[in-house]
Each structure stands twice: as structure tokens, then as C-alpha cells.
Nanobody, 125 residues
């Protein structure tokens, strides 16, 4: 079973920084896109940033120039460095991984999408 373990959330003042981490554990065969989403109270979940296995990244307009996504393929880990945080960045941040896994007892590979449990980021004004 594949799981995502997130860490790094917390409370920070406006203008501060936080770094989120998300590590993939379990029997994953390949990882394609790794991303971070967030959901603020009363709002829909939105994409914050995503990065491909080749290192190509894209960002929501609201975080461009402030957030940086990166990944360590050897560690199956994705990071989100968040600088110049604003109160409107307050949300639960979720890690998302798109990849594949081998079905137990077979040699069949199937697509896989996994979500983390979420980590709360609170930015005070």
C-alpha cells in the first residue's frame, strides 16, 4: 500500500517562510507528477504547484515568485518552499502523487493516485 507522509505545516507570521515535505512510502513502481494542493475554509481545493519527474514545474498565479516546488527522486519526496507568506495562504495543504504500482502477487502495473492527509498552514497578519 502506498502512503504519503506530510510534514512542515504550522503557524507563521505574514512575511515568514515554511517548508512542506511529502514522502512516498510503500510499493510504488513509478512516480510521474507530484503536487501540492490547498483548501481554505469554505473554498474548493486548488492546485498550488506541481512538478514532473523531469523537473518541470507549474504554479498557481497566486504563489508565483513566492513558492518553489522541488523533488528528490531518490527519496521519493516532494517539497514546497513557501516564502513571503500571506494570510490568504492559510489553508490545509495536501500532497498529491500520480504514478503507478504493481498489483500484489502479479506483474501487472496499474495507475495510482494518492493523497496525503493534509497539513495545516496558518499565516497570521
Amino acid at each position: 500500500q502506498v502512503q504519503l507522509v506530510e510534514s512542515g505545516g504550522g503557524l507563521v507570521q505574514a512575511g515568514g517562510s515554511l517548508r512542506l515535505s511529502c514522502a512516498v512510502s510503500g510499493s510504488i513502481f513509478s512516480i510521474n507528477v507530484m503536487g501540492w494542493y490547498r483548501q481554505a475554509p469554505g473554498k474548493q481545493r486548488e492546485l498550488v504547484a506541481a512538478i514532473t519527474s523531469g523537473g518541470s514545474a507549474n504554479y498557481a498565479d497566486s504563489v508565483k515568485g513566492r513558492f518553489t516546488i522541488s523533488r528528490d527522486n531518490a527519496k521519493n519526496t516532494v517539497y514546497l518552499q513557501m516564502n513571503s507568506l500571506k494570510p490568504e495562504d492559510t489553508a490545509v495543504y495536501y500532497c498529491n502523487v500520480d504514478g503507478s504500482t504493481v498489483i500484489a502477487g502479479t506483474s501487472t502495473i496499474r495507475a495510482l493516485e494518492v493523497w496525503g492527509q493534509g497539513t495545516l498552514v496558518t499565516v497570521s497578519s
